[in-house]
């Protein structure tokens, strides 16, 4: 009980020193394919007017850590600046057959591959340096997967602050209680980044989660 | 060939640290064995272990499946239920569970849905069927 209101209020005592703080760095973690540079975008075409990495159908396309400094954001009179870290998808496993059959050459593929395992070392390298968290799960996909509960374990170990997004809401597939019920102790902010649906309650999801 | 199940019991890597623990875990499923692992590794490792398995990648090697099965994560319904899992979590600490690794080459998915564990399998190039099998 007592160890539990001196987590509590170091954990506020953390959060007022980030603020306070030049540099925040927010970071979009996820599995490949969940939308975490679409979400990049979103934030960056809303408060900046230009887009941040490339998107792709084929996994790993973000093979490179991507930061976009200091983006402001408002909303309802509070204004929130951060440092934005786009990270490439986390996986167990990678196979550039995958990316022939996906209509790539051999070479290419293999290259990507290569790439694509870096940029998983580099994602979970980067973990220690984050100062709050964006997991962007695709909501069409069983939540339950290793990768998630292990992102979302590290972060915890390290008491970084976590939303959850629950992004391709626009699809029929979609099922945001599933994400809901396989992580209760999180917010699970439902969205579309691709058309933008119920982004402000994601933004105002971000002020709650420095707050 | 084969399916290899390999058990590993908790004693085996209690005593060795978080670099050689994953390393033995790995180069277990490396040999295209299925590991079974009494208990659970901590979650910096089970990051090491997804960053270590990167650096192994190659052309034979495509990663490894990976699924953790913790039972202090399920609610107990009662106060005095709730006291008793912590207490037990206290005593046993990562003992408790256990892991499942299997190398990708072997095992296509596993799904770790609160109320089972199935295990899909790659299909194999002759029977065109896909083998499932279910741990409860």
Redesign the interface.
């Known amino acids: 009980m007592v160890a539990n209101i001196i987590k509590k209020f170091m954990n506020k005592v953390l959060r007022n020193f980030f603020k306070k703080k030049k540099q925040v760095k927010l970071g979009l973690y996820g599995p490949p394919n969940g939308g975490k540079t679409t979400l990049a975008n979103r934030i960056c075409q809303d408060w900046l007017g230009e887009d941040m990495g490339s998107v792709s159908n084929i996994a790993h396309e973000t093979r490179e850590i991507q930061i976009k400094e200091q983006i402001t954001i408002k909303s309802k009179g509070k204004e929130l600046t951060f440092n934005l870290v786009d990270t490439p998808g986390i996986a167990t496993k990678i196979d550039y057959e995958d990316f022939i059959k996906a209509g790539m050459k051999d070479r290419e593929a293999k290259t990507r591959a290569k790439e694509a395992t870096k940029g998983v070392i580099d994602s979970i390298k980067w973990l220690d340096e984050m100062d709050t968290v964006v997991i962007v799960l695709d909501a069409t996909k069983d939540p339950y997967s290793q990768v998630n509960i292990t992102i979302i374990g590290n972060l915890q170990a390290r008491e970084i602050p976590v939303l959850i997004v629950a992004n391709k809401v626009d699809l029929k597939k979609a099922k945001i209680k599933k994400i809901e019920a396989a992580f209760p102790q999180y917010d699970v902010i439902g969205i579309s980044a691709k058309y933008g649906d119920n982004i402000n309650k994601f933004y105002e999801g971000l002020f709650a989660l420095v707050d | 060939m084969g399916l290899v199940l390999q058990f590993v019991p908790y004693s085996e890597i209690e005593e060795l640290g978080p670099a050689r623990r994953v390393n033995k875990l790995l180069d277990m499923a490396k040999q295209n064995k299925i590991v079974l692992l009494e208990g659970r590794l901590k979650?910096?490792e089970?990051?090491d272990l997804?960053?270590i398995?990167?650096?192994e990648?190659n052309?034979k090697f495509?990663?490894?499946?990976?699924?953790?099965v913790n039972p202090q994560k399920k609610k107990e319904g009662t106060f005095l239920k709730g006291i008793k899992t912590a207490f037990i979590g206290t005593l046993l600490g990562d003992r408790q569970g256990f892991t499942i690794i299997g190398p990708?080459t072997v095992v296509k998915q596993?799904?770790?849905?609160?109320g089972k564990i199935e295990l899909l399998m790659q299909d194999t190039p002759a029977p065109k069927s896909r083998k499932q099998k279910k741990i409860k």
């Open positions: 979650k910096e089970e990051a997804i960053a398995t990167m650096e990648i052309n495509k990663g490894i499946e990976l699924a953790v990708a596993i799904r770790n849905d609160p």
